[in-house]
Nanobody
Framework: QVQLVESGGGLVQAGGSLRLSCAAS????????MAWFRQVPGKEREFVAV????????YYADSVKGRFTISRDNAKNTVYLQMNSLKPEDTAIYYC??????????????????WGQGTQVTVSS
């Protein structure tokens, strides 16, 4: 059974930084892509960043490019989202997701099989 457990959310002032973690367990993830999405109540879940577990290629939403960095630690089976220069509009629940993909790196939520429970990020102005 695949489990994804997020941590690291919290309250931060605008301009500050947070690092989210997603601990993955239940199988070998070498053929998986791992992504971060976020959601504000009443709005659709929004793509943030994705990485391929095997070789670390990445892709970002335009809204976070240059401010957020997705990475993974194979030894710890953990994916990270380093968030710098945070803005109030980054406030959301952040979710980690996993999908088995050999070639593509999807950015739509429906293409992901496994999800974490989410962690709240609040950026005050």
């Amino acid at each position: 059974q695949v489990q994804l457990v997020e941590s690291g959310g919290g309250l931060v002032q605008a301009g500050g930084s947070l690092r989210l973690s997603c601990a993955a367990s239940g199988r070998t993830f070498s053929t998986y892509v791992m992504a971060w999405f976020r959601q504000v109540p009443g709005k659709e879940r929004e793509f943030v960043a994705v990485t391929r577990w095997s070789e670390g290629s990445t892709y970002y939403a335009d809204s976070v490019k240059g401010r957020f960095t997705i990475s993974r630690d194979n030894a710890k089976n953990t994916v990270y989202l380093q968030m710098n220069s945070l803005k109030p509009e980054d406030t959301a629940i952040y979710y980690c997701a996993a999908a088995r993909r050999l070639a593509t790196m999807p950015i739509t939520p429906s293409e992901y099989t496994y999800w974490g429970q989410g962690t709240q990020v609040t950026v005050s102005s």
